[in-house]
């Protein structure tokens, strides 16, 4: 497949969210394949292990061939480099994203030139949606089955054990 029809999307999906599933939807409409890519960070405490968050996605996934669910370690720029793709895809929310979306864009850029960011605007309904705000609601005992897919929702019960 030509290179220009692949973008990787990458993030910590802990836990993935409907607004990260609102970018993969919204960048399948111009990427033929996008590779989510599950950031494996050994410094970073995750509530869901590495396996959970890849298993988490390959089931909300499981029908769309288009997207294939993968992990890395280490800088982006040499992950993009074995997987021979030039583009990142990743979503501004806000105002409050652009900084620090522009500094991670220009980074990338500066280490790596011929990598380009594009980025997608969710739907507004999840505009105040982030992973930190699930776990954290949930862990307070709010609800929070209308902001994941099923699968997260029944996951965060079994680790929570709540009912
Ligand atoms: O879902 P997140 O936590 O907002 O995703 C951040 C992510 C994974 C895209 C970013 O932290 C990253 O690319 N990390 C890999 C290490 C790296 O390349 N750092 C330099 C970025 S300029």
Redesign the pocket.
């Known amino acids: 497949m030509n290179e220009k029809n692949i973008a990787v999307y990458?993030?910590?999906?802990d836990p993935l969210t409907n607004g990260h599933i609102d970018i993969i939807e919204r960048g399948l409409k111009i990427f033929e394949r996008i590779i989510v890519a599950v950031?494996k960070n050994p410094a970073k405490t995750y509530l869901f292990d590495l396996e959970e968050r890849q298993q988490i996605l390959k089931s909300v996934f499981s029908g769309e061939k288009r997207i294939i669910v993968d992990h890395f370690e280490?800088?982006?720029?040499d992950y993009l480099g074995r997987k021979k793709v030039n583009t990142v895809v990743r979503g501004l929310r806000a105002i409050s994203d652009f900084e620090i979306e522009f500094q991670?864009a220009l980074?990338?850029r500066k280490i790596e030139p011929r990598i380009e960011t594009i980025f997608f605007v969710p739907s507004e309904s999840y505009s105040f949606l982030s992973s930190k705000l699930v776990k954290e609601i949930y862990q307070l005992g709010g609800e929070v089955s209308s902001m994941v897919p099923q699968i997260v929702d029944r996951k965060l019960k079994e680790k929570f054990r709540r009912r």
Do not use: E, I
């Open positions: 990458p993030g910590s999906y950031l280490g800088l982006l720029v991670m980074m990338n």
